[in-house]
């Protein structure tokens, strides 16, 4: 920005001693001398109005924010190389033709950080401009996803003309980590992937579809305090169980939702799911983290059995995260309160482990299994 800021500056400069010569010599100001100071201001607020334009999206964020971000996956030596190697052609005008091989398979490719690539806005003189850096663990899961849907050598299928070629996009929620002011290199802000989906099939909007947030928009935090239950039942032992109650929740368009975080102390897959019944499990609606997977979906259980378990039709979970580190697993996520077809969740109720009610006579329940 400091070019544009040394252009504003000398023009500003420029202006303001044209506009006192013209106080001081008022008697033999010329419309030459009008003309010349309008042309400064012009080219001032031109300025100003191209730098609001070319202000990269992530511009304005603080590290700890969350958001959602979709964008083609590029490895730093083909952004630097200006030409994608696999092809020659310009890797910010079009990363949609950058290989799955050239990805995932070569060498010095792998060796480079990899980055998210956003459309540019329409003053940018490319494409696609350097939105987001993914950090190493980021980078590494985002291989494997690339490698689940594409034709490549170290590919899940290989070589496969029925798998994807070329142009591997993903959307994301991702959490800011350092935005890099001082970087000569000029790097996008550094983010951890919390959630991640290959977005091609997902339409225009897979941010909305697929997290229920608006793309680039930073998750408002909540700073009210989570209720706490530690859990001491059998294999719940050491387990806690946190929720807040999100009246009017600015992340949610303003409807209501609840936040659940769920500890355990081992690495496994979890789950948190409620039923008004009081049956437990069966026919309980559940939130489950698979760290396999790497999802954090909701399904519905109708028997005590991996076959009985289906994914709900609606995924609107919001903010999910599934986090394995000093021996712990943590499930987090948001959800609305009231959604179609599915059981709703009385804001303000209080939430108890079984077998107590969670609200009006419901039942919730916190399940582990190994990974």
């Not at 303003?254 to 936040?259: L, S, V």
């Not at 939130?287 to 609606?314: C, D, F, H, W």
Request: hydrophobic share 35%.
């Amino acid at each position: 920005l400091n070019p544009f800021h040394n252009k504003i500056r000398s023009l500003s400069e420029q202006a303001t001693t044209t506009t006192v010569l013209q106080v001081e010599y008022r008697a033999t100001t010329t419309t030459t001398t009008t003309m010349t100071i309008q042309k400064l201001w012009k080219q001032l607020f031109t300025g100003v109005s191209f730098l609001c334009l070319v202000l990269p999206p992530a511009l304005g964020l603080e590290v700890g924010d969350q958001l959602c971000v979709q964008g083609f996956i590029m490895d730093y030596f083909c952004i630097q190389n200006v030409n994608m190697i696999d092809n020659g052609r310009i890797t910010l005008e079009e990363p949609e033709l950058h290989t799955v091989h050239c990805l995932a398979d070569i060498g010095v490719c792998l060796e480079t950080e990899y980055e998210v690539l956003v459309e540019s806005t329409p003053m940018e003189s490319t494409a696609y401009s350097r939105g987001y850096r993914l950090d190493e663990d980021s980078k590494n899961d985002m291989l494997e996803l690339a490698r689940s849907v594409g034709s490549c050598s170290t590919c899940a299928n290989g070589y496969d003309n029925s798998m994807l070629n070329e142009g591997f996009k993903a959307v994301m929620m991702v959490t800011v980590l350092d935005l890099n002011p001082d970087d000569s290199q000029e790097a996008p802000p550094l983010v951890r992937v919390d959630n991640r989906r290959y977005s091609a099939p997902l339409g225009n909007d897979p941010c909305r579809s697929e997290f229920n947030v608006e793309e680039g928009v930073p998750l408002e935090q909540s700073t009210d305090d989570f209720q706490s239950v530690a859990l001491t039942g059998g294999s719940l032992l050491g387990s806690t169980l946190e929720t807040k109650i999100n009246l009017s929740d600015p992340n949610a368009n303003g409807q209501d939702t609840i936040t659940v975080r769920y500890t355990v102390p081992q690495l496994s897959w979890v789950g948190v799911g409620v039923n008004p019944s009081g049956t437990g499990m069966v026919n309980g609606e559940v939130v489950i983290g698979r760290p396999v997977e790497n999802t954090v979906l909701k399904y519905r259980m109708t028997a005590r059995s991996g076959a009985a378990i289906t994914e709900q039709p609606n995924q609107t979970l919001i903010n999910t995260r599934l986090e394995q580190t000093d021996g712990k697993t943590v499930l987090t996520f948001t959800k609305l309160l009231i959604e179609p077809g599915e059981y709703t969740i009385s804001a303000g109720s209080s939430i108890w482990v079984p077998p107590r009610p969670w609200h009006a006579g419901s039942y919730v329940g916190c399940w582990i299994g190994s990974n």
